[in-house]
C-alpha cells in the first residue's frame, strides 16, 4: 500500500569530520556513542571500515514487530558499515547497519545489535542544528525520528 504523504524532514548544517580508531575488543556502536559524547556530537552520520570479532545483526518482522537475531559467532570483515545518530530518551543513539563478510567472502547483512572490534576506523560527520529525538511509533514498532513541529 502507497500513502501519498509528504514526508518529514529538516535540514542541517554541516559540522567537524572526525577520524577515529575503535579500540580492540570495544563494542562497535557503544564506542561511536562514547566517541560523540566526549565530542559533544548530537546528530551524526558515520561509516565504519575494518574487522570484527564476532558479531549480531539482526532482521526486523515487520509483522510480528521485533527483531529475530542472527548470530555470527567467528571473525568477519566490515565490508560495509552505516550508521547515524540522533537522541532516544535524551541520550545519543547510534542507528547501525552492516554487511559483514566470512573468509569466504560469504556476507551477513543487517540491523547491527552489537560487534566486538577486531580493527575498526570510524569516519563521522557531525551535523548541526535542531536536536533530533526519536520516538516510539505505533506503527511500525519502531523508535523513529519525531520532527515535531516546523
Ligand atoms: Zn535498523
Avoid at 569530520?17 to 561511536?32: N, Y
Avoid at 566490515?78 to 569466504?104: E, M, Q, R, T, Y
Avoid at 543487517?110 to 566486538?116: C, N, Q, V, Y
Avoid at 535542531?130 to 515535531?148: C, S
Wanted: hydrophobic share 45%; charged share 25%.
Amino acid at each position: 500500500m502507497w500513502v501519498g504523504t509528504i514526508m518529514q524532514s529538516t535540514s542541517y548544517k554541516l559540522g567537524r569530520f572526525f577520524l577515529c580508531g575503535l579500540k580492540h575488543d570495544s563494542e562497535l556502536a557503544r564506542s561511536v556513542v562514547k566517541f560523540a559524547r566526549e565530542k559533544r556530537v548530537k546528530m551524526a552520520f558515520f561509516t565504519v571500515v575494518g574487522a570484527v570479532k564476532q558479531a549480531r545483526l539482526a532482521y526486523y518482522d515487520q509483522v510480528e514487530h521485533e527483531y529475530q537475531k542472527i548470530e555470527l559467532d567467528r571473525p568477519l570483515e566490515i565490508a560495509n558499515c552505516f550508521g547515524n545518530l540522533s537522541l532516544k530518551n535524551g541520550k545519543p543513539f547510534a542507528h547501525v547497519h552492516a554487511v559483514l563478510a566470512d573468509k569466504a567472502g560469504k556476507t551477513y547483512a543487517g540491523h547491527l545489535i552489537r560487534a566486538t572490534v577486531f580493527a575498526a576506523e570510524l569516519h563521522l560527520q557531525e551535523l548541526l542544528g535542531k536536536k533530533l529525538e526519536r520516538e516510539y511509533d505505533q506503527t511500525t514498532g519502531l523508535a523513529l525520528w519525531e520532527f515535531g513541529e516546523l
